[in-house]
């Protein structure tokens, strides 16, 4: 811009901003305070497992402002109407790949093939189109552990972040890291074809770098594949990760399908050991004192069937049962990555509490899982994951109270993101 034209755009933002701030002096402050009182027939503390009835949550902007029974409504508030629903914070799914869709028919079985296939730019289109339906179904927060597409979903993050596009607050994974090959089995002639999916790291220097290229490239979490080929990741390997790791304040989430893999993440001391169905009770305790979260992934029949898996819900369902008795801490997550004709992401993402009604997990500890245990692991639990005052606005609604009965999940209502209405299906839905 030439320096006259410069000078003259200058003077007309001044008188500009002289004008809007007349204009905004002249306006009620409730104008601009956006506040939103949100009625709640029954409000759910999914920390205690306890219920209180007939209060009001004040929303101011992106976050809530007060909480309780007796609260005046300020004149000017937005009123939303809860009063016959039950309210409560908004869920989590701490196994996403929303920058994935694995369809049968492209690559029967084998995901490998649909890297191949699906560009980039699919990819991030995928994750835009998973987040949304994610988050109408209520879940506000979620973790990507990779598969995404040459960091498509540090795009996606951004453009959530931005208020580009709806989606859940996500902490992404970049790309996944993991010994020769990852999760494929690749031919010598065609060995580049495994990368970037993944960043093959065997030695301290590669891993070291893959974290680095990680960070630098928008990860929030870092992911390990310790255990898909017969080289698997030590003790001391994961060690190493979970400390370079920490120099950059991340955390470590590892993929862990054998007996043995699992066994070296939960005595090296990961943030969370995603899958490890091959647990015994030694290493699900072993797990346990060593602080180390089991995000298990326990497929539905439907999406036993979907990926391929025979026999696999059974195993994962008895694993659950016995990580719920020995005691370790849990948190939701899915691993949803299928299609399915008539569904959502986030309703085949839903249906997987099934699989924790199955193993005998209560509708308490099943809602820990998906809150409070999750946020935790996710870091965010000073910011989300509670309705009282100074969190984000992450809210949603049932038509009964999930402490009664954990399938109302599936039938959420009302979902408020960082304070903004996402859902609201009225009177139809909540009853
Ligand atoms: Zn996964």
Known sequence: MKPYFAT??????????????????????????????????????????????????????????????????????????????????GLVDAHTHLCILVRHEYDNGDYFFTTLIDSDALRGIEGVANARDMLASG??????????????????????????????????????????????????????????????????????????????????????????????????DIRFIVQEAATVGLKVAA??????????????????????????????????????????????????????????????VDRLRRAYRIGVTMAFGTDTMFAYRGETRGTLAMMQIDSWVEAGVSAKDTLKAMIPNAVKL???????GAIRAGQAADIIATPENPLDDIQTLKHVAFVMKNGGVIRNDGAAGVR
């Open 255 to 316: 993929h862990c399908w054998t007996h043995a893999g699992a066994h070296n993440a939960a005595e090296a001391g990961v943030a969370s050991i995603e899958h490890g169905f091959a647990m015994s009770d030694e290493d699900l305790a072993l797990a346990k004192k060593n602080g180390v979260v089991l995000v298990g992934t326990e497929f539905t029949q439907l999406a036993e069937r979907e990926v391929g898996a025979p026999g696999w819900h059974a195993t994962m």
């Open 8 to 89: 003259r755009f200058v003077k007309m933002s001044a008188r500009i901003a002289v004008l809007v701030a007349l204009l905004v002096s002249t306006l009620p402050c409730s104008c601009w305070a956006q506040i939103t009182a949100i009625r709640a027939g029954k409000l759910v503390d999914p920390a205690t497992g306890a219920t209180s009835t007939n209060q009001v949550i004040l929303v101011n902007g992106t976050k809530i402002s007060a909480v309780g029974g007796n609260l005046a409504i300020p004149p000017g508030a937005t009123v939303v109407d809860l009063s016959n629903a039950t309210v409560l914070p």
């Open 139 to 236: 879940f506000t927060t979620v973790r990507d552990v990779g598969n995404a597409g040459n960091y498509a979903d540090s795009a996606l993050r951004q453009a959530i972040e931005q208020g580009l596009v709806p989606g859940p607050t996500i902490i992404n994974a970049g790309r996944i890291i993991a010994p020769y090959g990852g999760q494929f089995h690749l031919q010598p002639g065609r060995r580049e074809l495994g990368e970037p999916e993944y960043f093959f790291a065997d030695s301290r220097d590669e891993m070291r770098k893959a974290i680095r290229e990680n960070v630098h490239y928008g990860a929030k979490v870092i992911k390990i594949v310790v255990d898909d080929q017969p080289y698997i990741y030590s003790v001391d």
């Open 378 to 384: 996710l870091g965010v639990d000073g910011e989300r």
